[in-house]
């Protein structure tokens, strides 16, 4: 069967330190959320990927979240047509169960420990989390340093921008995608919106998931600008309008500025805006905001820009360079915790879980078979 993958990042390394949209890895619909606890070492990915694995394999369709401060790793698998998720509810992926027994259950890893075994360890693990936390303050201090100098290039080609034939393309962008029988012209409530990572900082670089999360869009419009053309506002405005008619939206963020925009799904419509690279050349439209610059003031700023664009580069490296140090470092971490696990018995709770998730499954199916048959 073939199963339809979707990864993204619900958390980042940024400018403001970790920064997390985890409250939003569970969609409207949710109807089983499995918390699994444990400290690093103890299986928490590794069990998550071999439930993943085995749904792909059974043909499900599946959203992976995958870690920022380890790309390999995964932080939560969602089984979308069940309303099911798996996520890690650990430190600084904080998710505690709010309804313990009744929608969520917790997994503990933790319990397969050999305390006896990691506490000979005691000190080396004080002082390899210490190193690990040192590391990670090191790179949001580069991201920090990073987004002041982001900043001073945006207010550059700001000040070159004519905005007013900007607000007059949002305008006429908003009737063309939003002006449609889709939905009542009346509705009794306002949309939803979403939000995630579609891209990262981590030890393998800067990753971008937008080809994933976009594979479906049936139209998918890019966004041509340099840093401060205005991108992140009119994807901002158009997701505020279809959400006043009613849509539900999804918003996906960069990781420098966590609160800027990559792009917007419109999933009523199943169309999106997008500024990643991915879609430059496969899209159904491009919308150039750099056509609405003054070239001359532009070109009055050129060596100042460029200056600050090679400052910005090597800033954001150095952040990613201690990432990965801090990834290195939690990997000693995990060492002085994987010889003290009874992998046995974590295999026994994969069996267990399984079995949970696929009655879950069956439930959600016979349910939904109720629904129809009435």
Known sequence: MNSRVKKVFPGGNTSEGFFSYYRYLLEKGTRRIFVIKGGPGVGKSTLMKKVANKLLELGYDLELHYCSSDNNSLDGIAVLDAGIVMVDGTAPHIVDPKYPGGLDEIINLGEYWYTEGMEVNREKIIASTKEVSRLFTRAYGFFKAARSVAENIIAMHSHSMNFLPVNKAVLILEKMLLDHTYLPETCESLGSERHLFSSAYTPGGHIDFTDSILQDVDRVYYLEGLMGTGKSTLMRKIADKAMEKGMDVEIYHTPLIPTKIGSVIIKNINMAIT????????????????????????????EEILKDSEMLEGLINQGINNIRKAKEEHDVLEQYYVPNMDFAAVGEKYEQLLSRIFHHIKSEVTVASGYINN
């Open 275 to 302: 500024s990643s690279p991915y879609y430059q050349q496969n899209n159904y439209q491009i919308i150039n905001l750099n056509q609405y610059m003054n070239i001359g003031i532009l070109a009055s700023y050129k």
